[in-house]
């Protein structure tokens, strides 16, 4: 099984468009890991990232994915 780094270790609250690199490739390691329940937390990860940045459409888009709204799901 691969290791899936903490959420926590790859916040950097100084620079959210970082962070966001970071855990939307944190999601894409857990799908192919086929952990779809951390994919899903990293990715309200992203959608927090874009709420740092005032980018609330982007942030609510990026949640209705992971709940499987209508953009999709994770």
Sequence with gaps: ???LAPIRDL???GD???SEVRFRELAADAEAARNGAYAA???TQVARTFSLRREFAEADAIL???DGG?????
């Design 16 to 18: 959210p468009a970082a």
């Design 64 to 66: 209705d994915g992971v």
């Design 41 to 43: 937390e990293a990715m």
């Design 1 to 3: 099984m691969t290791e």
């Design 11 to 13: 916040w950097d609250f």
């Design 70 to 74: 209508p953009h999709g799901g994770v």
